[in-house]
Each structure stands twice: as C-alpha cells, then as structure tokens.
C-alpha cells in the first residue's frame, strides 16, 4: 500500500520520445494525469486552471460559440475545459504531434470529449488552408514546442489570419524568469496592431486580441 507522502510527489509513469518532442513525460500527481514536454507542464491540471480562469475573465459572460478552434491541443485540456463551459460548441484540436494525440487517447480520455474533432497537422498550415473570415467563433492559440513558440506563430501576417478567422482569438503565454520578458515584448509588438487585454495567472498570461 502506497503512504500518503507518495500521494503528494510527482511520479514520472512513462517517458516517451518523438521528431517534435525529444522528451515526453507522463507525470502522475495526486491521482491525476500531466504532460511534461521540455521540462514544461503542456497538459493537465494546471493548464486546465489557465484556461479555466482566463475564459471567465476575457470572454463576455453570455457568450456562446458554436466553433471553436484549439491551436495546439496536446493532451486536451483546453479542449475539456471548453466542453465542460460550452457543451453545444464544436471544437477543431490542432496537434502536430501523432505521439501526443496517442498518449492522449490512451492516458487523458481524448475520445471522451464532446463534440471534438482532432486534426494531427502543423497549426500554421491548417490555418493556411482557411480562406473564409470569421470561420470559428472562439480560437486558442496554444502552441509549444517545449518552451519555444513554433517558428511564424509570432509573426504579425500571420497573427492577423489567424485573427480574421475569429472574433475571439486567445493566446496563452509563458509568464516567468526568461519568459516574462520576451511575452512582454510579444506584447508590445501585438499592441501595434491589435487592442489587447490580459488575464495573468502564476506562471502564465493569456491575452486577448481585438482588432483596432
């Protein structure tokens, strides 16, 4: 019989590996499931709380999408969050990582969450692919590969697309020691082209991007 110091400290169940992540933790931590992917938490609990947090402070209280898109699903929590607050949206998760999606099938219920569609593709070119404005009513942008941001998901072109296919576009941003200042930086260059408002949480700050 385990004691109740085991209860409390973080067992690494598994350690997988994959082209996009050299190093994927499952983490078991007071009987709940996380994802560890570069030494970063990417699903579970205390992502859940992020986002959890942030859509009751940044979205309007009777708001109610019927599309929402999720850019980087990973494990699905973002994605569980939103079905639990939206139960009637339909929600496009966007996971480049094939290894992810079946750690999430297996470990996290992936298939168990209402209404959610998986797309195994890199988030730029789904996005590419979309040629209609205002194609989702809610979007996430969520994409990390270990504590890095993919290459153009910064870029402003970019960022406005993505922003033309929503009229709530959300991005969640690491908030700590070497972080906080490159996020504050981010920041800044989106204040140049967009309004922006933001929800800080302990390590991370998610911000909401409206046009001018």
Same mark, same amino acid.
């Given at each position: 019989?385990?004691?109740?110091? @085991?209860?409390?400290?973080?067992?690494?169940?598994?350690?997988?590996?994959?082209?996009?992540?050299?190093?994927?933790?499952?983490?078991?931590?007071?009987?709940?499931?996380?994802?560890?992917?570069?030494?970063?938490?990417?699903?579970?609990?205390?992502?859940?709380?992020?986002?959890?947090?942030?859509?009751?402070?940044?979205?309007?209280?009777?708001?109610?999408?019927?599309?929402?898109?999720?850019?980087?699903?990973?494990?699905?929590?973002?994605?569980?969050?939103?079905?639990?607050?939206?139960?009637?949206?339909?929600?496009?998760?966007?996971?480049?990582?094939?290894?992810?999606?079946?750690?999430?099938?297996?470990?996290?219920?992936?298939?168990?969450?209402?209404?959610?569609?998986?797309?195994?593709?890199?988030?730029?070119?789904?996005?590419?692919?979309?040629?209609?404005?205002?194609?989702?009513?809610?979007?996430?942008?969520?994409?990390?590969?270990?504590?890095?941001?993919?290459?153009?998901?910064?870029?402003?072109?970019?960022?406005?697309?993505?922003?033309?296919?929503?009229? @709530?576009?959300?991005?969640?941003?690491?908030?700590?020691?070497?972080?906080?200042?490159?996020?504050?930086?981010?920041?800044?260059?989106?204040?140049?082209?967009?309004?922006?408002?933001? @929800?800080?949480?302990?390590?991370?700050?998610?911000?909401?991007?409206?046009?001018?």
């Amino acid at each position: 019989m385990k004691s109740i110091k @085991h209860w409390f400290t973080p067992e690494t169940i598994n350690t997988f590996s994959s082209q996009y992540n050299p190093q994927i933790q499952l983490i078991k931590f007071m009987g709940r499931y996380r994802l560890d992917m570069g030494g970063l938490t990417q699903s579970g609990p205390i992502i859940e709380d992020i986002w959890s947090q942030s859509l009751k402070k940044l979205l309007p209280k009777k708001f109610l999408p019927k599309r929402t898109l999720i850019l980087g699903l990973g494990a699905g929590s973002a994605a569980r969050v939103i079905a639990s607050r939206y139960p009637e949206t339909k929600i496009i998760g966007v996971e480049i990582d094939p290894q992810v999606v079946n750690i999430a099938q297996k470990y996290f219920a992936l298939h168990k969450i209402k209404n959610l569609e998986i797309i195994n593709q890199d988030a730029l070119k789904y996005v590419s692919g979309i040629k209609a404005k205002n194609t989702f009513d809610l979007i996430l942008l969520d994409c990390y590969l270990g504590s890095q941001i993919p290459v153009g998901l910064e870029n402003p072109k970019t960022l406005k697309k993505i922003k033309n296919l929503t009229k @709530h576009l959300l991005i969640n941003r690491l908030f700590w020691d070497k972080h906080r200042h490159k996020t504050l930086e981010f920041l800044s260059s989106l204040n140049q082209s967009f309004i922006t408002s933001s @929800h800080r949480t302990t390590w991370n700050l998610v911000i909401s991007v409206n046009n001018i």
